[in-house]
């Protein structure tokens, strides 16, 4: 079984600048792409980042500048490095990966519990 842990949520100032981090644990063979979506309320979950393997990135227009998606394939670990926050970036935010448990698996596609990130004065 496959879990993607997040953390780094929490409460910032317009401006301000948050980290999260996505950790895949469990039985896993390989990863393909990584990423990070939100979804506020009363609005749809939307990408705001992805990230391949290889370590092509793919920003949401509204995030180019100021977000970066990482990832350290070692670790099995995806971040999302968020800087001059808005009050619009408020959401809940969820990782996302497509994993393979053994070479002769197919790809399934995991979510995290979500993560809330709340940007207010």
């Known amino acids: 079984q496959v879990q993607l842990v997040e953390s780094g949520g929490g409460l910032v100032q317009p401006g301000g600048s948050l980290t999260l981090s996505c950790a895949a644990t469990?039985?896993?063979?390989?990863?393909?792409?990584m990423g990070w979506y939100r979804q506020a309320p009363g609005k749809q979950r939307e990408l705001v980042a992805s990230?391949?393997?290889?370590?092509?990135?793919n920003y949401a227009d509204s995030v180019k500048g100021r977000f970066t998606i990482s990832r350290d394939n070692a670790k099995n670990t995806v971040y999302l490095q968020m800087n001059s926050l808005k009050p619009e970036d408020t959401a809940v935010y969820y990782c996302?990966?497509?994993?393979?448990?053994?070479?002769?698996?197919?790809?399934?596609?995991?979510w995290g519990q979500g993560t809330q990130v709340t940007v207010s004065s």
């Open positions: 996302n990966a497509g994993v393979r448990a053994g070479i002769t698996w197919g790809w399934q596609n995991y």
């Open positions: 469990g039985s896993i063979f390989s990863i393909n792409t």
């Open positions: 990230i391949t393997s290889g370590g092509s990135a």
